[in-house]
């Protein structure tokens, strides 16, 4: 019932999209017309009503109507009270303020002055090196760390919004028995009676379940753990695991190794359904720079991406060649390709994917096999393929076959050992797990962080186990009250990454020591600290355990010296791995087992927000637009556009999806590019006890995924379910394009077109002179900011999204708020498509607030509330606007966001902490925008002065460019000629968005090159 | 037939005449009490944990603004001194005085003495110390006296358009940098005239617009743009 009224006012909310688009009518539409060369979404493809409204409005609909739940009539009655109080605010009096000084300053804090710490960021086992930034003892921003090979300055989105996860309100505070608060003297009371009795057993009872674990001091102590109970076991298990890259390791080598990439060496890139350019990717910031350097055209040398993908992913939008294929067929394709340098003949056998009879690409697929093969023969040692983790052991074997029939072993292709420090099959070892706890082995089982009560395959029914096996003593140590904290009597608080010491592994081997920048807030503790309980050392902290540790690996007497560098740095030096030299054991894998070819497929993704679910309760990134479909708070099924007009299903349909017996009903979205036969779903949403955020929102499809068949299976049964699901995307909103029709905001060419007409992006810009505003010599001025953003390097990862998020003290708005357009971020990456609608190319456009010279909502502003600083930025007084919204209206570029509600939390103790004091915090009523980080600038403006000179190029970086992977946006001083983005600006391919309204932006894009292949361009 | 007398007529004048009046009167009223020191606080002293004194400090031992202002010329932030710059004398003398138990006490207990703050500027105001201090900005033209307060109270109303005073000519309250710290210093005149890079002054003005360029300060119209104080 509830649902239902959800939904009908879901339905109320957002009138205007109410009939999603037909594709048959598009269809028709399309053939009828000539649609414009680039689009962002399917609707848009075939300019249909919806959005040719959308387009002459400056909000969707809805964004602007009052649509809560008091009524029109109680909201006279309240603005007539106000109206009469409207006067007095100008008299507001301020109230009396506390100031606290210390009791004895710590030598290095200038009050005003933030610090920054080094420490790391661990997903997956793998350690992400940053800085955070402390005022007075508080972090408030994670930046990457620029002297990390791992880094080189950039984050990724995970790590950039984990800082909102440690502030979370909705963290577990206290320790809790069967839902009751204890003590952490209660709790050890309680453990030591089973522990003593468990000595006497050797531990047979006990078991330890991790997350994967990479850190050398917690590994060691888990090994010690098990040497003082030789009987005790210790089970690894994530849902998002890296399984199938080391059994594929052993399957080649024998011997689980780790890969590494170095792409700035490769000229020629084969990614088997590898999205290496996101979040979630071992060493994907790094792969990210290294890649972007050799896209630049101008320097000569550029690179060549092909994707052969099973899903519509950020690194098939930047291919210069993308195949779409199921993910079962990806291995095929490995294996025709390897079949390429077997064959001694003229004609080379391919096999082709198995499901023949729907294969609607084969002469796609045929050429592409053969001009891959052809660019790697001749790109030896220069060359590299990458295989997704999800794809079966076979794939990854066979890459590591042809890598090292190509030469590229020990040119752009490293073997390691595995950063994981135990490195078991993880689904064995949950399922060996279950089936103790079921043979009723088990007397103690500590799960240290993860939930595999939510996110365990169904098939091993781990929740069911832990919650009917009577398990004497269930430790649960969590960040939250979860849904597995829920079936444990135990559950410890967890502290935070940036509240607890600990360590750990980069993709390379690189330690981190992870170290805290803040007291736990509620009292946490570390798995370290818990596992030095099971290893008989009661009060040790995290520090002892983690100094201890290095002392022992570090010993002598400049330990100290070492300590305070390792941490200084943030990396342990020497701690890097040695390269291994592994042989291969043969060239023939054995297949993977297929079910059935041509049943469709499903695929299960880690998601590119919520990643498994443990970032569900995050508000920066449940409300991140993924990638490519731009979907905020919902995981719906991704269909492709053919197979949803063969099953006549259209975008926020609700499908039953049956596999196993298992039945999950979600709303499907036509995503353009997904292969045929196949549906991609993302794990990681449909969270019971996740928070204010995380709870209910999305479907939960971990009861869809087998043990067995993690990542993909056929055999999925799709109904429609009837009835529609509002889901909340944001492509197509702020759109560009006028009714007259669309002018390409996106510009590229290929790289032999460039050559030919390298001014190709430029339009002719109306004189300088032809302006009816009063010119400003900008030019006499010491400083104009300016930025370029190089589309070419840009990979649409969202990292600059979250980074402005965090820096700018940007309000999360929440679902319904989005349906309706009132989402608040000051930056936006869109998404283009071109060309077909099943293998479109991609292409991704951040844009922040253009800075025009000629600002148009500068002269719409009766109050003068947005006005022109003498360095050409584009202010916004937030104290003087009053909310008429001209200047949106005016903007053509449609950057500026409106505080339509009090968005912001002013009550919650902890956000406030977390807010950048730099930065004032937007009231209801208010606009706002990007300011080009306006507090950035001054602090170095008034560093500078303060030191006689001038502001150095580089030194000042928008929060946007400083954690950028692919560095991509450049930001100076365009009136010094030698700055870098003067120098960009110069460079033929630079142009103006709309610059032909001649609005004289200062933020100018780099179009894109693309380097395809001519033999697959005829 | 004439329903009204006929002086109303006047008194109808008199009154819509009169009404002009009373609002202009009502409106200034409200303007007055906006600038007053009730909503400014300004020379309003207020309530603090230790009655500490300016005025005997300062102006009677002489101690430099920053013994305790410790950031004045490194941060936005001046600075609030740690209990611990307290009990660096009043470890040795006072030791007993009841006034200063509370600083006693938070030395002891390692609790921080809670001050109210005295120049406080609306949130949305982003306020520099170090760059007015390394401009030639002194203490006391904006903080006033302090060494003659024996209560702290701040001097100016702080609102906006005393800011914009300076800012639109600074040149009228510019001084050497070495004086900024200086509690008795005087603007030039031919009685007391300032010397500086070998040259003297006698008045302000002339002064000013040597330090403007001196100390390179930027243009009027980049000190007035909004981002300069908003972001």
Redesign the interface.
């Known amino acids: 019932m509830e649902e239902q009224n959800n939904k009908q006012h879901r339905e109320e909310v957002c009138p205007g999209k109410k009939d999603k688009l037909d594709l048959q009518t598009a269809r028709a539409q399309i053939a009828g017309t000539k649609g414009p060369e680039y689009w962002r979404s399917l609707e848009e493809l075939a300019g249909s009503a919806e959005f040719q409204e959308m387009m002459h409005r400056e909000f969707p609909k809805g964004a602007s109507e009052w649509l809560d739940s008091v009524s029109r009539r109680g909201f006279l009655k309240l603005m007539g009270a106000s109206l009469a109080m409207a006067g007095m605010t ?2 507001t ?2 109230p ?10 710590p030598e290095a804090v ?4 933030p610090m920054f710490y080094a420490t790391a960021f661990t997903l997956g086992g793998y350690a992400s090196p940053i800085l955070v930034e402390s005022h007075l003892y508080r972090p408030t921003k994670i930046e990457g760390n620029a002297q990390h090979p791992a880094s080189l300055g950039g984050t990724d989105v995970f790590a950039q919004a984990s800082i909102l996860g440690m502030y979370d309100p909705d963290r577990s505070q206290t320790i809790a028995y069967l839902g009751d608060v204890r003590t952490w003297g209660g709790f050890l009371e309680a453990l030591r009676g089973p522990l003593n009795a468990q000595k006497a057993v050797q531990g047979a009872g006990i078991r330890i379940l991790t997350r994967t674990v990479s850190s050398p001091a917690l590994a060691d102590q888990l090994r010690s753990v098990l040497k003082l109970y030789p009987q005790a076991k210790w089970h690894v298990y994530e849902p998002v695991n890296r399984d199938n890259v080391l059994e594929g390791a052993k399957m080649a080598f024998g011997q689980p190794v780790e890969t590494q990439y170095k792409l700035e060496n490769a000229d020629v890139i084969v990614s088997l359904d590898a999205d290496f350019l996101y979040a979630g990717f071992p060493g994907s910031t790094r792969y990210i720079r290294d890649f972007a350097q050799r896209r630049n055209p101008d320097a000569g040398n550029m690179n060549r991406l092909y994707v052969i993908e099973s899903t519509m992913s950020s690194t098939g939008a930047k291919s210069d060649h993308r195949l779409p294929l199921r993910a079962v067929d990806i291995e095929i394709f490995a294996r025709d390709l390897q079949r390429q340098w077997q064959s001694k003949g003229d004609v080379i056998a391919v096999e082709g994917p198995g499901s023949q009879a729907t294969w609607a690409l084969k002469h796609e697929y045929l050429e592409m096999v053969s001009s891959v093969a052809g660019d790697l023969k001749s790109h030896s040692g220069s060359s590299v393929i990458i295989v997704g983790d999800h794809q079966p052991p076979a794939v990854h074997a066979l890459a590591h076959a042809i890598n090292q029939t190509l030469g590229n072993v020990g040119k752009t292709v490293f073997y390691t050992d595995p950063v994981d420090a135990n490195p078991v099959d993880q689904f064995d070892s949950l399922k060996d797990l279950v089936t103790d706890m079921r043979a009723g082995k088990v007397d103690m089982l500590f799960i240290l962080g993860g939930n595999p009560a939510y996110d365990a395959p169904a098939d091993l029914g781990f929740a069911d186990a832990l919650k009917n096996t009577n398990i004497p003593m269930r430790v649960h140590l969590g960040l939250y009250q979860d849904e597995t904290a829920e079936l444990c009597q135990w559950h410890v608080n967890e502290a935070h990454y940036l509240e607890s010491w600990g360590d750990s592994r980069a993709y390379d081997g690189t330690v981190s020591i992870v170290q805290p920048l803040i007291a736990p807030l509620y009292g946490g503790k570390s798995a370290y600290e818990l596992t030095a309980l099971l290893a008989g050392q009661a009060e040790a902290t995290g520090h002892e355990v983690v100094q201890g540790y290095w002392k022992k690996q570090h010993p002598g007497a400049d330990f100290d010296a070492f300590w305070r560098k390792s941490l200084h740095d943030g990396w342990i030096d020497g701690t890097t791995f040695a390269l291994k030299s592994v042989s291969l054991k043969s060239a023939a894998f054995t297949p993977s087992p297929v079910n059935d070819a041509k049943a469709i497929e499903i695929n299960f993704r880690r998601d590119p927000c919520v990643y498994d679910g443990c970032f569900s309760n995050n508000g920066w990134l449940q409300e991140l637009p993924k990638p490519m479909s731009k979907m905020t708070w919902d995981n719906p099924v991704l269909i492709g556009p053919a197979m949803a007009t063969r099953m006549g299903l259209k975008s926020e349909d609700l499908v039953h999806l049956e596999l196993n017996g298992k039945k999950v009903t979600a709303p499907i979205w036509i995503q353009a590019g997904h292969p045929d036969n196949s549906v991609t779903v993302f794990l990681g949403y449909g969270r019971k006890r996740a928070g204010r955020a995380g709870t209910g929102a999305g479907f939960d499809m971990y009861p869809l995924r087998g043990s067995s068949t993690p990542w993909f299976t056929s055999g999925v049964n799709i109904t429609k379910a009837g009835g529609t699901y509002k889901l909340a995307t944001t492509q197509g909103y702020q759109t560009m394009d006028t009714p007259e029709g669309s002018r390409p905001q996106v510009r590229s060419a290929s790289l032999d077109e460039y050559r030919k007409e390298p001014g190709f992006a430029r339009e002719e810009q109306s004189p300088a002179e032809l302006t009816l505003y009063k010119p400003y010599p900008y030019d006499k ?2 400083y104009a900011w300016g930025m370029a953003i190089d589309l070419n390097a840009c990979v649409g990862c969202n990292n600059c999204m979250v980074a402005c998020q965090s820096e700018n003290n940007i309000a999360v708005v929440g679902k319904e708020q989005v349906v309706i357009g009132r989402h608040m971020h000051w930056l936006r990456v869109d998404a283009y498509y071109q060309g077909d609608r099943d293998n479109p190319k991609a292409y991704f456009q951040p844009v922040p607030c253009m800075q025009c010279e000629n600002a148009p909502c500068e002269v719409v502003c009766p109050v003068g509330a947005t ?5 050409g ?1 584009n ?1 916004m ?3 003087r606007c009053v909310g008429t919204r001209y200047c949106s209206n005016n903007c053509p570029y449609k950057v500026r966001r409106f505080n339509f509600l009090l968005f912001q939390d002013w009550e919650t103790p902890q956000l406030k902490m977390m807010r950048n004091p ?4 937007r009231s209801r009523g208010v606009m706002e925008k990007c ?1 080009y980080c ?2 950035r600038i ?1 602090q170095h403006r ?1 560093d500078s ?2 030191e ?1 000179r001038t502001i150095q190029d580089g030194e000042l970086q928008t929060a946007c460019q400083q954690s950028c992977p692919a560095d991509a946006i450049t930001f100076g001083n365009i009136n010094d000629p030698n700055s870098r983005v003067s120098k960009l600006k110069a460079i033929p391919r630079n142009y103006g968005l709309l610059a032909d309204l001649n609005t004289r932006p200062r933020t100018t894009y780099l179009a894109e090159i693309r380097n395809p292949n001519p033999e697959l361009e005829s | 037939m004439q329903i009204f007398h006929r002086s109303t007529n006047t008194i109808s004048r008199a009154t819509i005449y009169g009404a002009v009046f009373l609002v202009s009167a009502l409106l200034w009223a ?1 303007l007055e ?2 600038r007053s020191p ?2 400014t ?1 300004a020379k309003v002293v ?2 603090q944990p230790v009655p500490f004194s300016h005025q005997h400090h300062v102006g009677g031992l002489g101690i430099d603004c920053r013994y305790c202002h410790t ?1 004045v010329e ?4 001046a ?6 710059t307290c009990m660096n004398c009043h470890s040795q003398i006072w030791t007993g005085a009841p006034l200063l138990e509370p600083v006693r006490e ?2 002891r207990t ?8 005295v120049n ?1 500027l ?3 105001v ?1 306020f ?1 110390h ?2 007015h201090v ?2 030639g900005v002194g203490c006391n033209t904006c903080h006033g006296p302090v060494d003659q307060m024996p209560l702290m109270f701040n001097y100016a109303s702080l609102q906006m358009e005393w800011c914009l005073d300076c800012h639109r000519a600074p040149e009228k309250n510019l001084r050497p940098r070495d004086q900024v710290f200086n509690m008795r210093y005087e603007q030039p005149s031919s009685d007391k005239p300032v010397v500086l890079d070998g040259k003297v002054y006698t008045d302000q003005l002339s002064l000013g617009s040597d330090l403007v360029k001196k100390y ?1 300060l ?2 009027v ?2 000190i007035t ?4 104080c ?2």
Request: contains cysteine.
């Open positions: 100008a008299c009096k301020q009396l303020e506390p100031i606290v000084p210390y009791v004895r300053q200038i009050p005003g002055v001025e010491l006005v022109h600083s003498t360095e930025l202010d007084v937030y104290n730099d930065v004032t915090v300011t306006i507090q001054t008034i002065e303060r006689n | 409200l009490l906006q009730y909503i606080y207020r309530p950031s490194k941060s936005s932030f600075g609030i001194p740690p209990t611990k938070s030395f390692g609790k921080s003495l809670v001050w109210t703050r406080d609306p949130d949305f982003y520099d170090s760059i390394n401009k390179k930027r243009t119209t980049d743009s909004c981002s300069t908003h972001r």
